[in-house]
């Protein structure tokens, strides 16, 4: 089954303190993984792309195929980082689609 | 950036009627756009996938004839929800992809129905 699977509805961090938003995949071809991201009264974003192996804001995430995750980590939190963030899919193999993880909240207290 | 509209932003309808949304890419022209619907405080589920021209793809258990969706041009796609319901109460989100992988979302639409 093609799954995406964010453990954690909520998570809160203070200002400073590391983040790890954690994403678990189940996808027999070859995954391409993405990280979105929701601030508030805004519109979905793309955050960053696992083919592109970039640095978007101090987050980065990378694939770990064995473990078949795509964890989104930053060093040093901020209270603008206080969002929506969504671990998505992208199925080529067969049908064209996303399917996106449920979401975790990340909030930053001062 | 690229930008990708949606209209209305939000509608109240009686239930039995039909609401059309409209999603635009306003600088670009689209290859595939994407139709999402959002429950409160859950994630986006794909409804549909639609390529300009051709009839659009569905997601399992997403009922194509109560879901219209038209994707007249590379700019413009209209997702119809026909007769709808209470249970049709939703935000409706769709998304434009340029090439392949690059997702732009539009702002969503709050369908309520009484």
């Known amino acids: 089954a093609q799954r995406v699977t964010q453990p954690e509805k909520l998570l809160s961090v203070f200002k400073g303190a590391p983040v790890e938003l954690k994403c678990n995949y189940s996808y027999s071809g070859s995954p391409e993984l993405f990280w979105y991201v929701q601030y508030s009264r805004q519109r979905l974003q793309l955050l960053l792309r696992?083919?592109s192996r970039e640095s978007i804001k101090g987050f980065t995430a990378d694939l770990n195929k064995g473990e078949t995750s795509f964890h989104l980590k930053k060093p040093f939190a901020q209270e603008e980082d206080s969002a929506m963030y969504y671990c998505a899919l992208l199925t080529t193999s067969g049908t064209y689609k996303y399917i996106f993880g449920t979401g975790t909240r990340l909030k930053v207290l001062a | 950036g690229a930008v990708v509209s949606q209209h209305p932003s939000r509608v109240i309808c009686k239930s039995g009627t039909s609401v059309k949304i409209e999603c635009r890419s306003l600088d670009f022209q689209a290859t595939t756009m994407f139709w999402y619907r959002q429950f409160p405080k859950q994630s986006l589920m794909l409804m549909a996938t639609s390529n300009e021209g051709s009839k659009a793809t569905y997601e399992q258990g997403v009922e194509k004839d109560k879901f219209l969706i038209n994707h007249a041009s590379l700019t413009l796609s209209t997702l119809t929800v026909t007769s709808a319901h209470p249970e049709d109460s939703s935000f409706y989100i769709c998304?434009?992809?340029?090439?392949?992988?690059?997702?732009?979302f539009g702002p969503g639409t709050r369908l309520t129905v009484l």
């Open positions: 998304s434009a992809e340029v090439g392949t992988d690059t997702q732009y």
């Open positions: 696992h083919i």
